[in-house]
């Protein structure tokens, strides 16, 4: 039928992504998923140990402490900048100077590198330097984040709502500019209330990129590290130590790489099992 | 139910306009009956959809007053107006279902759930979507989400009057003749004041009583269909009305008539006297392709055209002539032999209109 060459040239335009694929994720992959099945002393001295560290860290106590610590945190920050991010977007200025000057506003927090963020905030809930602590220490609130459990996680997350909601609201800000006029004008005239035109038009209209917003925050906020090992150090105790730092500690503190290789890789199906189930509850009802 | 008048009408879009051409709606006065099928005819941007949506409250005007039954709504809601609009492109509620959607309006005023479910299953019918009712709003055809927009409409039978804006935009062919019947049978079962937006002529004469032509921001012409065609009394309606639309030559008056080219046209002696007070730009003689005569053979005032070129489309045909340097369409039923080179003409006088910078001139009887 064709007069068309067959051969097998094209592979070579795939070789450039492929290289860059292999040596950006592959391979570091790899030799994680390569500590995790050995112990490994150097070069020379390396023993395959099987499934070992991997029964060793899903029986850990200190893991399991911090997985479910984990969970707590990163339900509280999408329970919390979701609606906030939408209840902001919904509120802010449509048009004119107001609105450009709410968008640069809101998008200052997001070019906070997270260091700075965790100095700020360290700084700014300490009772004796620093606005936040000591007024509501004069307040009579006996507020110190380094040593009382509730006070570390509340700062904690409301540092994580200060630094994070403008990405939610920005999402859902632009979500909602999408919506053409003539949906507002349509449930004017079907004399809907302000909650059914939230409910039937613009929380259906938000919902691709609610989806973003919702994906990007959980991954970011079951990843978090920097933040709170500059303000708590993961203290009082263990209170606000959370699985990075767990892995970091096991990694870096303690060498045990083989153990903390087979957790990262846990760590990552963890993530991507998360991310799929809300992918395909959020997208499941389209398909009606 | 309700009639509609406007008064003094004027809108911008701009917050301080400075003359005539910021305006989207010009200075009008305008009386929409109660219980009337109307139709708004215009191209696209002379202002109709800002018409519509000042009626309905979408949009409060710069100046003049918008009443309906003698009451100034000027400063009420749409949802006060209680007044139903379908757009021109489908507006469903994606997630809900099409039964739903079709009772929304319903319930937003509170209605009893036995009430609501008689009145969507009746609308249902009407609009054939009986099928679908249970099925997510999301999931429909374009025409189908357009459907129920309508329904959404046509669902309160309380309403002042429903607005129709281009609504069978996007849909096909064959079941918008239906739905245009299904609008018409409705109006009639409920005796409902409709305006319905189009730039469709044909839809426009099948759905309404009486036609108002907007051109540049203003109504130029209000009447039935037969009075827009035989008697346009602006030249835009001549031009948009009727296919080919009117022929429209500039004549200068003359003594006895009006001449353009070495053709001399006699009129009558009132329209003459009226010709002869002057006091415009320009003067245009108007008629339709339809009224022109064409003889079989040359006599006393007739004129002889040539003929430049020949439109056959299937039941009629189209002829353009040359005549005096102007360009004339001619509209010839089927039937008639082929002409030749040359084409006798004449002009019967009823049908000769004249417009004087774009309006027509009226003599009394």
Request: hydrophobic fraction near 30%.
């Given at each position: 039928m064709t007069d068309k060459v067959q051969n097998n040239k094209a592979w070579w335009l795939v070789l450039p992504v492929f290289l860059l694929v292999a040596f950006s994720a592959i391979v570091p992959m790899m030799t994680v998923v390569n500590y995790s099945v050995q112990d490994i002393f150097d070069a020379s001295s390396r023993y395959f140990v099987g499934a070992d560290w991997y029964r060793q860290v899903l029986q850990d106590p200190r893991l399991h402490d911090s997985l479910l610590r984990q969970f707590i945190y990163s339900a509280c920050v999408l329970a919390i900048e979701i609606p906030l991010g939408i209840a902001i977007a919904l509120t802010m200025p449509t048009k004119g100077r107001w609105s450009s000057i709410c968008l640069i506003v809101m998008a200052i927090p997001l070019l906070i590198p997270w260091n700075v963020v965790g100095t700020i905030w360290q700084i700014f809930g300490r009772a004796d330097i620093g606005l936040l602590g000591w007024a509501l220490n004069a307040m009579g609130i006996a507020y110190n984040y380094a040593g009382n459990t509730v006070d570390a996680w509340v700062t904690v997350l409301v540092m994580d709502v200060w630094h994070w909601t403008s990405l939610v609201a920005l999402l859902c800000y632009s979500g909602l500019r999408a919506i053409p006029d003539v949906y507002y004008q349509a449930a004017r005239i079907d004399r809907a209330s302000s909650w059914a035109v939230f409910r039937h038009i613009q929380l259906p209209k938000m919902k691709s990129v609610l989806l973003i917003a919702v994906m990007l925050r959980f991954m970011d906020s079951f990843m978090i590290y920097t933040e709170p090992f500059v303000l708590t150090g993961g203290g009082p105790g263990n209170a606000t130590t959370f699985l990075s730092q767990t892995l970091t500690q096991m990694a870096i503190g303690q060498f045990d790489l083989g153990p903390a290789a087979a957790f990262s890789l846990v760590y990552f199906l963890i993530i991507l099992l998360v991310s799929w189930l809300f992918y395909t509850a959020m997208t499941h009802a389209d398909k009606r | 139910m309700a009639e509609i008048r406007l008064q003094h009408l004027a809108h911008s879009y701009s917050a301080s306009p400075s003359g005539p051409?910021?305006?989207?709606?010009?200075?009008?006065?305008?009386i929409w009956e109660q219980g009337g099928a109307y139709a708004l005819l215009g191209p696209s941007g002379c202002g109709k959809s800002t018409l519509l949506n000042l009626i309905s409250g979408l949009l409060s005007p710069s100046e003049g007053q918008v009443l309906f039954d003698g009451q100034v709504v000027n400063e009420l809601t749409p949802e006060r107006r209680n007044i139903a609009q379908v757009f021109q492109f489908p507006v469903v509620y994606d997630t809900m279902t099409v039964f739903d959607n079709l009772a929304f309006p319903l319930r937003n005023q509170g209605m009893a759930e036995p009430a609501v479910r008689a009145r969507v299953e009746e609308i249902a019918e009407v609009l054939d979507l009986q099928r679908v009712l249970t099925k997510k709003a999301r999931n429909l055809s374009a025409d189908e989400k357009q459907k129920v927009s309508m329904g959404r409409g046509l669902v309160r039978d309380d309403v002042s009057a429903i607005l129709f804006d281009e609504p069978l935009t996007v849909i096909d062919p064959h079941l918008k003749w239906k739905l245009r019947r299904k609008l018409k049978q409705i109006h009639e079962q409920f005796n409902i004041t409709m305006v319905y937006v189009t730039h469709d002529q044909l839809e426009a004469s099948t759905f309404a009583d009486k036609i108002a032509v907007m051109y540049g921001g203003q109504i130029v012409q209000f009447g039935t269909p037969r009075e827009l065609f035989e008697r346009p009394s602006h030249t835009f309606v001549g031009y948009f009305i009727g296919s080919p639309g009117m022929n429209l030559i500039d004549v200068q008056p003359q003594a006895g008539g009006v001449a353009f080219g070495d053709v001399l046209l006699p009129l009558r002696p009132a329209l003459q006297a009226r010709v002869a007070q002057g006091g415009w730009q320009r003067l245009q003689l108007g008629i339709r392709p339809e009224f022109v005569r064409v003889w079989d053979e040359p006599f006393e005032g007739a004129w002889s055209a040539r003929l430049v070129h020949l439109e056959d489309l299937g039941t009629y045909k189209i002829l353009t002539l040359e005549l005096g340097g102007v360009t004339l369409k001619v509209r010839q039923p089927e039937d008639r032999p082929l002409p030749g080179e040359r084409v006798c003409i004449s002009f019967p006088e009823q049908w000769l209109m004249l417009y004087a910078d774009d309006y027509l001139l009226e003599v009394g009887p």
């Open positions: - | 051409q910021d305006y989207a709606i010009r200075q009008m006065d305008h």
